[in-house]
């Protein structure tokens, strides 16, 4: 299936192309493209023909909540709250946390200044969000969206210097908890094979990782 997304962010127009394969996009109004596609050798020469640049690649993860017998409670160290009203907190802890992240970095080679824009738009679009604490100050969130079926962690960070306090755990294990009580089938999320960190922690929680997808980018 595809699909195009086309985002703005201040100066920056983002098109955004999950697809099987590439096809004939109109990327004239554009400043970025964004593209996810399955991984295949062929595939990629040609958007390296067409002046894209390989970014990253993701995986599709998976916690069968409803089948699940781990005590999720039990690996929460650091209890989050649910708030909706400390979006600037959470916004500096994203700007702080994603220096390398594709999602953000929009540009071939990183640019924290324009990554910091498109990071404020995604915050911009949290209703609410979990939120770790220590002495008062927020050290990490995680944000869902989803049905009552299904949940996807949308965006999750812990500041750099508390990634040893159980935070990050706390605030995945507290999500899984609540979707289990609530019914909720399984958890989901994406994210980039680079980061094993949350390759280990997705594993501590039993999940799943499938579909692998490359991601690609161009300025225009």
């Not at 195009?4 to 920056?12: H, M, S």
Request: proline share 2%; with cysteine.
């Amino acid at each position: 299936m595809n699909k195009e997304e086309r985002i703005q962010y201040q100066e920056i127009r983002l098109l955004n192309i999950e697809c099987e394969a590439p096809y004939d996009w109109e990327i004239e109004d554009a400043t970025h493209v964004r593209v996810c596609m399955s991984v295949d050798f062929e595939k990629e020469q040609e958007l390296l023909r067409r002046g894209f640049h390989f970014a990253d690649r993701t995986l599709d993860v998976s916690i069968p909540l409803r089948r699940s017998g781990l005590d999720f409670a039990s690996l929460v160290r650091i209890e989050p709250v649910v708030a909706s009203d400390r979006r600037r907190e959470v916004l500096e802890i994203a700007q702080k946390s994603f220096w390398a992240d594709r999602r953000f970095h929009l540009d071939i080679y990183p640019n924290q200044s324009r990554a910091d824009m498109v990071i404020a738009g995604w915050i911009d679009r949290l209703a609410e969000y979990y939120l770790c604490e220590y002495k008062g100050k927020a050290i990490g969130f995680l944000a869902l969206t989803g049905d009552e079926r299904q949940k996807f962690i949308h965006l999750a960070a812990v500041l750099e210097e508390y990634r040893l306090s159980g935070a990050a755990l706390s605030l995945y294990a507290a999500a899984a908890r609540d979707c289990k009580t609530n019914g909720v089938q399984t958890l989901n999320g994406r994210i980039s094979s680079a980061n094993t960190a949350v390759m280990n922690l997705y594993s501590c929680l039993g999940a799943s990782f499938s579909n692998p997808c490359s991601i690609y980018l161009k300025e225009v």
